[in-house]
């Protein structure tokens, strides 16, 4: 009898700028009570993109490092797609850019998907079906975005930016992170609950709407999920359930709101349910901030990171929301490869910043997007490629070495802006998950 081909996510790697701030910090400087931000929102670090650094570079960069480890797979790369809301370009494809950037085959099918912070979760489903149609060949899906809100806005403090990159293929015959399933529960409507208009870098934002709407969403696509799969399925049969990460205390108000959708309506008993099943893969979103649409695949990632020795056969659900809105609702299975990329030593090598220096390296990053002149100096950073500028309306893009555990980056900047301070040595290497 033909068994039939199951997708997987067969390994994934992460790319995080070299900088960020605190949320103590930020908080203030905002005057606010650092501990809204650490009890109320659940952060405690964000990551910022200074100059040289963008969604392409990330997004690279995540990919590279994945390549590193499966080189023979390159040629077999048929499918290159990345979800993202922070493209450069109205017209063409950051994956394009990934593309050259990683050498992939010119016989590779590339696009980028836009969908707010869902458009990776499509990405990784179309690509699930197309891997199953192909034993011997794979795609590339890497999430990226950097999350930008207004200066002094209450969004500000769920800002961050980084990139996911996946390998998926068929589960058969090799070691994978996680076997997809194939059913999956979708919402979708039309809403304005956080959108950014082609005249703005920022998003616009209706915080507390957005959260309603999220919650909605959880619940619809949670529904239509059950529905398919029948009255012999439940969350109860989950090991874990992650969540779209817009800040981590949003994931404990999903979780929670779900069970009491189950009928779960005790306080004690969800927050005990919420420690066993959600908490454990919060740990990395605290410390790099909202990525949009890689929030959730950097929560599975933390997660893979921290339970990697009982990881296999392990029952995870997976909910994706995409402002906008649509979101989507599925389980995967738990296989038997092991995390190869040490997120925790990644995110203990940035460099931290102060409030100002946040400032001035995301004020130097946008007005590169806005200069048409190339940035000859080196930026040391930590993935392995730079965005130099622009000539001519064309975006140029080159390799360096990556800079690891070099404790001080020198920023080149235009005179007069004050980015030449002083940064905070190199964070001292912790040696414990952030379970604040
Ligand atoms: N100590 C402890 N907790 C505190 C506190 C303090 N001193 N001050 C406030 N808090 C808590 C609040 O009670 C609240 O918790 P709750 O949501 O469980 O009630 C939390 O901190 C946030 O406070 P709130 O007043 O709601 O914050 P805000 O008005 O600044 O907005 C967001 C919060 C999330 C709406 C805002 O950051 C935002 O718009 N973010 C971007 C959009 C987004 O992420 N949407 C999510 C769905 S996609």
């Not at 990644?346 to 400032?359: H, I, K, N, P, S």
């Amino acid at each position: 009898m033909l068994t039939k081909p199951e997708g997987a996510i067969l390994d994934l790697d992460i790319a995080v700028p070299r900088h960020y701030v605190t949320h103590e910090n930020l908080a203030i400087a905002r005057g606010v009570e650092p501990e809204k931000y650490h009890a109320g929102l659940g952060c405690w670090e964000m990551s910022v993109c200074g100059p040289g650094e963008d969604v392409v570079t990330l997004a690279a960069g995540a990919a590279w490092r994945l390549l590193q480890r499966h080189p023979h797979l390159r040629e077999k790369i048929g499918l290159c797609v990345v979800g993202t809301e922070s493209g450069v370009d109205g017209a063409k494809p950051t994956a394009i850019y990934v593309h050259q950037l990683v050498n992939l085959p010119s016989t590779c099918r590339v696009f980028e998907i836009k969908h707010a912070c869902y458009g990776a979760t499509a990405a990784l489903q179309m690509a699930q079906a197309w891997a199953c149609m192909r034993p011997d060949r794979y795609a590339l899906v890497i999430a990226a975005d950097v999350a930008r809100y207004k200066r002094y806005s209450s969004g500000e403090p769920t800002q961050g930016a980084g990139a996911v990159a996946m390998l998926v293929g068929q589960a058969q015959d090799q070691p994978v992170c996680l076997t997809l399933s194939d059913v999956s529960g979708t919402h979708a409507e039309e809403v304005y609950d956080f959108w950014r208009p082609n005249y703005q870098a920022a998003a616009l934002v209706k915080g507390k709407f957005s959260v309603e709407c999220y919650l909605k969403s959880l619940l619809a696509a949670h529904d239509d999920f059950y529905r398919q799969m029948g009255k012999s399925a439940s969350l109860d049969a989950m090991d874990y359930a992650l969540y779209h990460v817009p800040f981590p205390h949003m994931a404990r108000k999903a979780h929670v709101h779900l069970l009491s959708h189950k009928g779960i309506v005790q306080e004690e008993e969800a927050l005990a349910d919420y420690q066993r099943r959600v908490k454990l893969s919060l740990w990395a979103n605290r410390r790099v901030g909202n990525i949009y649409s890689a929030s959730l695949y950097l929560a599975l990632a933390g997660l893979w990171e921290r339970e990697a020795d009982t990881w296999s056969k392990k029952q995870v659900s997976l909910f994706s929301y995409g402002s906008g809105s649509c979101s989507e609702y599925f389980t995967a299975c738990g296989g038997t490869r092991r995390p190869a990329f040490h997120l925790k030593t990644l995110l203990d090598q940035r460099v931290e910043v102060d409030v100002a220096t946040y400032e001035a390296l995301s004020d130097h990053a946008l007005l590169m997007e806005q200069n048409d002149s190339i940035h000859s100096e080196t930026i040391r950073g930590m993935v392995p490629f730079v965005f130099v500028g622009i000539r001519d309306h064309e975006r140029t893009y080159e390799q360096q070495t990556v800079a690891e555990k070099e404790p001080v980056t020198v920023v080149a900047a235009p005179a007069g802006m004050g980015i030449h301070r002083e940064l905070a040595p190199l964070a001292a290497l912790g040696s414990s998950f952030c379970d604040r």
